[in-house]
């Protein structure tokens, strides 16, 4: 695909051509086709090869590497094209300069690597429940397994080894990896991906203590992904004993996050890889939860709340605002307790020479 054409696929320059006459849009958005050269594939600056298109994003550390790199096209930030697009003209390599480089080169990369997609068709090792409705387009891989009253929009794919229990509903173009799990009663809406060996509708971790021992307390609701939900290989989602366990529309959920029984999360959320959500958490809109963080029975966080790596939430955490630690409390004083602790030593030194002075001592050994 030529670059020229390639630009024709990044949604900043369609929607400015869409308004503008095509002189008026590269006035407005810097550009050199140089070439024009024939693009391939992608690669990062430092290790692009000719033939391949790169990107470099607003104030990155990896800037020092365009001056060398072989790359045969680049997306540059608007904000530096200036000094930078020469740089490449000199060098007759393309650019383009884009307010979003990354996104820009993420539409690329669609562009360049289509995503294959199996034919229509349901294979003959499939195991399809009579009562089950696979809609139109949809490709049901080998050693599918579909239960009772299941319903499959059009043009969605199961790969190999997906099990669907009974009354599972699938919206419009989901897409499944091989051995992915949707338990009972389980929705999921249009448009979304499940990679391999997650398992969405599992029994949510529910006993009653007795005096005999743990009575199980069983579980009756049932899970729902709204539309555009992506969940990472080998997460799980719990279904509650009754109700539901919600996540919001366009969330993306890395591997190995287990989310409780009746946890709900608002729109747009994203939470990376090890995420632990006890039962009946509460998130917000655009809630970010970074690495390995864990939150506590009915904890909440706030609309676009962030909770840096490793954190521990119990409580509420407000609207916006930034946590770490464990138990998490504001970033920025989390930062300066942070700073402290390595010299807890020589404060704790310095308070017992004060002590000895003043006839107070601890008794305290050195540390």
């Keep these: 695909m030529r670059f020229s054409q390639l630009l024709g696929h990044l949604s900043e320059l369609r ?15 810097g550009r050199d086709l140089a070439a ?15 033939g391949q298109l790169s990107f470099l994003e607003a104030g990155s550390p990896l800037a020092a590497a365009l001056a060398s790199t072989a790359a045969s096209a680049v997306l540059l930030p608007a904000s530096d094209a200036e000094g930078l697009g020469p740089q490449l003209s000199a060098r007759g390599i393309a650019w383009v300069a884009l307010a979003d480089p990354r996104l820009g080169f993420a539409e690329a990369l669609e562009a360049l690597h289509p995503r294959p997609l199996p034919p229509p068709g349901i294979h003959a090792s499939a195991v399809v429940d009579p009562s089950a409705v696979v809609g139109v387009g949809s490709h049901v891989g080998a050693q599918v ?26 919206g419009d173009g989901c897409e499944l990896h091989a051995g992915a799990v949707v338990h009972p009663g389980s929705r999921l809406g249009r448009g979304c991906v499940i990679q391999a060996n997650a398992v ?20 009756t609701g049932r899970v729902v992904l709204e539309d555009g939900v992506e969940v990472g290989s080998g997460s799980t989602i719990d279904r509650p004993a009754v109700g539901e366990t919600r996540i919001g529309a366009g969330t993306k959920i890395d591997n190995l996050v287990h ?16 995420v632990g959500i006890a039962g009946g958490a509460r998130l ?19 609309d676009r709340a962030i909770a840096s790596s490793k954190s521990g939430v119990h409580g509420e955490v407000a609207a916006g605002e930034v946590v770490s630690g464990y138990p998490a409390i504001p970033n920025r004083l989390w930062l300066r307790c942070s700073a402290a602790f390595n010299r807890l030593p020589e404060l704790a030194r310095t308070l017992r020479q004060l002590e000895k002075g003043t006839g107070r001592g601890s008794g305290h050994p050195e540390p």
């Design 200 to 219: 969405i509708g599992g029994e949510g971790f529910g006993f009653v203590p007795t005096a005999a021992g743990w009575r199980k307390m069983p579980q």
């Design 36 to 50: 024009d050269p024939e693009l391939s594939g992608c690669g990062a600056l430092a290790e692009a090869e000719a």
């Design 284 to 302: 917000g809109n655009g809630v970010i939860l970074a690495g390995q963080v864990g939150l506590a029975n009915r904890a909440v966080m706030g």
């Design 259 to 274: 989310i409780g029984h009746g946890v709900s999360t608002g729109r747009g959320c994203a939470l990376a890889a090890q």
């Design 15 to 29: 929607s400015t051509s869409g308004l503008r006459s095509a002189a008026e849009a590269r006035a407005e958005t």
């Design 145 to 170: 397994c579909i239960g009772e009253r299941v319903r499959i929009g059009t043009g969605c794919v199961l790969h190999p080894h997906v099990v669907l229990y009974a009354d599972v509903e699938l």
